[in-house]
Structure formats: structure tokens, C-alpha cells
T-cell receptor, first 113, second 112 residues
Framework: EAGVAQSPRYKIIEKRQSVAFWCNPI?????LYWYQQILGQGPKLLIQ????????DSQLPKDRFSAERLKGVDSTLKIQPAKLEDSAVYLC???????????FGSGTRLTVV | KQEVTQIPAALSVPEGENLVLNCSFT??????LQWFRQDPGKGLTSLLL?????REQTSGRLNASLDKSSGRSTLYIAASQPGDSATYLC???????????FGKGTSLLVTP
């Protein structure tokens, strides 16, 4: 099966600019996750979708971050305006269900200057 | 809140050695635990998934064990190779509705 697709792979922006990331999960995977991984840290959950509904967004900085999942398939994560501390790798993952493991995409490396 | 700790943070071993990576978690009421590998600049690759009812899982030279009551998991790598050099991440799922909670990882270097 095809993996989790993410784009772009890299992005460099200036602080206060906006940026958007895209994720296409594995076909048939109902659950989709966005994680933020800062250098030297483990991934931290930003938001979890079940189909097109939000299950958990408790750690999403909602004043600047937003996410949506279109028709329960693709998802976009947006940051507006970006801060220096948003520099990280943004990872998308999907899962068939709670009994199954995760499959991660290659991630988007964001650098805010 | 579930805290996941991985020890050691970094490890360097000569090729051919067997090694153990440790993961501990504070809340033993977990649904499952997953070990991942991350190569520099890459995403995460799933290695092993252990359900809460299982004690261990094996894949090739890798063996992961789970002791829920003590809040521990170990990843055993047999006959290490330079290609095993990567960061290994442990993650636990608190219950069926929740996402994985990750440790900071162990950075492994296997020298020829």
C-alpha cells in the first residue's frame, strides 16, 4: 500500500508569515494525526482526527495553528503567523484504528527565520 | 498525564554487540506500545507494536518486551550493525481513543 504523503518536504519562512502543510493518509485509514517534533525531542501531538471530526486538539496553539481534514481524507495544517519557536519537523501519521499501529509520513521541516 | 522516559539518551557500541534500549512510562493503564526508528532528516518507521495483553513481539534481530505492571518496555537488538544507527523512539497509547505519547528517544551509533 502507498504510504502517508506529505508536502512540502522543506519550508523556510520569515517570522510572522503564514505557512501550510498538506498530508494524504493511507487509503482507508480513518484516524489522522499531526505531530510537531522539535530538534532533540520526541514528537508531540498537535491534533487528532477521526474521519473528519476532531478527537483531540488540546495541545494545538489555536491562536496561530489551525487544521482541517477534508471529506475525511486529506488534511492541511496551517500556521499564521509563524514564530521562531515553530521551527520543527511536522509529522503526519495515520492509523486504521485503535488496535493498529501508526504509519508516519516523511515530515515537513519548517525553519522560521 | 502519561510521561514516557527513555534511557540512555545516547549509546555507542561496536558492531556485533547485543544491546538493550529502555523505555518507562508512568501510567500502567496503556492500550499498546510501539517502537519506532528515525533516521536523520526522515520520518518515523514502525518497528514493533505490542498490545497491552502481550508480553513481547519479535521481528528479525529485534525483540520488544512489555511489563505493564512495572511500566517498562525494552527493545533488544541482537548482533548490531552499522545500519542500525538511528534514533529509537518508544511511544504508548493510553487507551483506545487516545494518540501515542512519545519519549525523547535513544540515539544509537554502531561503529564498524
Amino acid at each position: 500500500e502507498a504510504g502517508v504523503a506529505q508536502s512540502p518536504r522543506y519550508k523556510i519562512i520569515e517570522k510572522r508569515q503564514s505557512v501550510a502543510f498538506w498530508c494524504n493518509p493511507i487509503s482507508g485509514h480513518a484516524t489522522l494525526y499531526w505531530y510537531q517534533q522539535i530538534l532533540g525531542q520526541g514528537p508531540k501531538l498537535l491534533i487528532q482526527f477521526q474521519n473528519n471530526g476532531v478527537v483531540d486538539d488540546s495541545q494545538l496553539p489555536k491562536d496561530r495553528f489551525s487544521a482541517e481534514r477534508l471529506k475525511g481524507v486529506d488534511s492541511t495544517l496551517k500556521i499564521q503567523p509563524a514564530k521562531l519557536e515553530d521551527s520543527a519537523v511536522y509529522l503526519c501519521a495515520s492509523s486504521r484504528g485503535q488496535f493498529y499501529g501508526y504509519t508516519f509520513g516523511s515530515g515537513t521541516r519548517l525553519t522560521v527565520v | 498525564k502519561q510521561e514516557v522516559t527513555q534511557i540512555p539518551a545516547a549509546l555507542s557500541v561496536p558492531e556485533g554487540e547485543n544491546l538493550v534500549l529502555n523505555c518507562s512510562f508512568t501510567d500502567s493503564a496503556i492500550y499498546n506500545l510501539q517502537w519506532f526508528r528515525q533516521d536523520p532528516g526522515k520520518g518515523l518507521t514502525s518497528l514493533l507494536l505490542i498490545q497491552s495483553s502481550q508480553r513481547e513481539q519479535t521481528s528479525g534481530r529485534l525483540n520488544a518486551s512489555l511489563d505493564k505492571s512495572s511500566g517498562r518496555s525494552t527493545l533488544y537488538i541482537a548482533a548490531s550493525q552499522p545500519g542500525d544507527s538511528a534514533t529509537y523512539l518508544c511511544a504508548v497509547r493510553r487507551n483506545s481513543g487516545y494518540a501515542l505519547n512519545f519519549g525523547k528517544g535513544t540515539s544509537l551509533l554502531v561503529t564498524p
